[in-house]
């Protein structure tokens, strides 16, 4: 349920409002109110608007909700697309997405940062310039949603997977100062006033699962990061999307690396942006990265050369030109790489994930083999 649709007719992207009162416009006839919109308005708007991110058609308007007591909306009047309906891998195939912008969507026309209103100059300069269009925008939407159509996975990783993991990571460091390998305990080493009896715990808690070894070095070899912020962000999505289908982004590995490249470039070369804390990594200069490649077919020395042609001309572009939904294809891309490469290991989490407990009931029990009493 998308706050802007694609006008076909008129080239361009629209909310409810400005596709109204265009309308208004151009058949003479007044825009009242959403309620009183002509029969011969909606047959258009059905045939005409696409669905941002999966370009059905068939667009019905959906008011806002407005609060009594201010008068003020609540929720932005927005368009339903039910016949067809949207195609599978549709951010917008939901009621929870009514009246809420997709994370990977950048609302270019909010211009509420200094960092977005430079972006938005760069956008309207490059359409003004002809370098791409709103057109090309939706074009590259809809080649991201093909890539992803065509690449979904289901989400079928362990949610208990990150807490084990680091569970048991935390074990081995524990285990620093057991016996070594081979080494049995004995009543002479029982008998050591300073034993690391939690060391040796830890160790036969290790020794369990011999094959969180095996897994745990195929995970460090690959260069997955499922510690840290990326794992945590993973370890969300995994929660959110359990049972779903997603897209993998590791099919666009080499765009993303271009992507990554050309924003980082763009963010020390262009003033407003270089002066601007966090322009590198932010979606904005990466969904306008993403543009500039896409419209260069990828190749880096063309989008650069437009870059060079743009960046000097902002400051006389009509702002209304970047009245359009940018697209970041890379929203969240370690996370979902890192999600998918873990779950290509199709690791087996135990039922039974709580290794401090085992540690505890590990030590006790070797305490009482040799007649050590526990520790107060």
Known sequence: MPLTAFSTSRPGEFDVDQILKKLAAET?????????????????????????????????????????????????????????????????DSPETANVVPENLVPLGESRSSLTRAVRDLVCTGIELGVFSQTSIRD???????TKV???????????TFAWMSAMQENASRSHGALPEGVEITPEIAALTNFDWRAEAAKVVRDRYPQHEVNMRAVLDSGIRMFGDPGKRCESLVKRYSGRAVFDPTVLVDEYQKTLRLAEFIAHNHPPLKSTKGSTGSVSVLAFSALLLFVS???????????????P????????????????PFHDYQ????????????????DDIDIKAQRVAAESALRAKFGIPPQA
């Open 28 to 92: 003479g006839q007044t825009y009242v109110s959403i309620d009183k919109i002509p029969d011969g308005w909606r047959e258009h708007l059905k045939s005409d608007l696409q669905c941002p991110a999966c370009f059905i058609t068939g667009a019905e308007v959906v008011r806002g909700s407005v609060v009594s007591k201010s008068g003020k909306p609540s929720r932005q009047s927005y368009f339903r697309f039910t016949v067809p309906g949207h195609r599978t891998g549709c951010e917008f």
């Open 150 to 160: 065509a690449s979904l996975f289901v989400v079928t990783l362990d949610p208990r």
């Open 297 to 311: 077919g990828w190749d880096m020395p063309a989008a650069i050369a437009a870059f060079a042609k743009i960046s």
């Open 140 to 146: 590259m939407r809809e080649w991201f949603f093909n």
């Open 335 to 350: 996370a979902w790489s890192t999600l998918k490469q873990l779950q290509d290991f199709a690791f087996e989490v135990p």
């Open 313 to 328: 001309a902002v400051g006389t572009a009509n702002p209304e030109l970047g009245n359009v939904m940018g697209l970041n």
